[in-house]
């Protein structure tokens, strides 16, 4: 069964805390098969959250970065988009997730996915 593309969720780096809310680790159970996934972000932090889901087995993957240096481009391969995603583009995925943002680029990245 497919899952509603429009129950978009969002994760940010579990150091900062972008919304109201706690900032705490919370441990999910995720069909990798059936979710399309949106990592944005830079440098190793992200090759280490692509390189996850890809050892997880996730089928849907793409990869949004500006600047994404050696480690991340590598890691990324074919699922790299040279860009930061557009509203329509996070709207399409399951599950975003950010690495290596600075702070207020969290933040809005998070508005933007609500």
């Given amino acids: 069964m497919p899952v509603p593309a429009r129950d978009v969720g969002c994760a940010t780096s579990p150091s900062r805390n972008v919304s109201q809310g706690s900032s705490e680790m919370l441990p999910l159970q995720l069909d990798t098969n059936r979710l399309s996934f949106v990592i944005v972000g830079r440098g190793p932090a992200a090759a280490r959250k692509v390189k996850t889901l890809q050892a997880a087995g996730a089928r849907d993957l793409t990869v949004f970065s500006d600047h ?47």
Avoid: K, M, Q
Wanted: with cysteine.
């Fill in 68 to 114: 994404p240096g050696d480690t991340l481009f590598s890691a990324a391969g074919n699922d790299l988009v040279l860009h930061l995603p557009s509203n329509a583009e996070l709207a399409s995925a399951h599950l975003v997730i950010s690495a290596g943002l600075d702070e207020a680029e969290e933040r809005e990245l998070a508005e933007r996915c609500r």
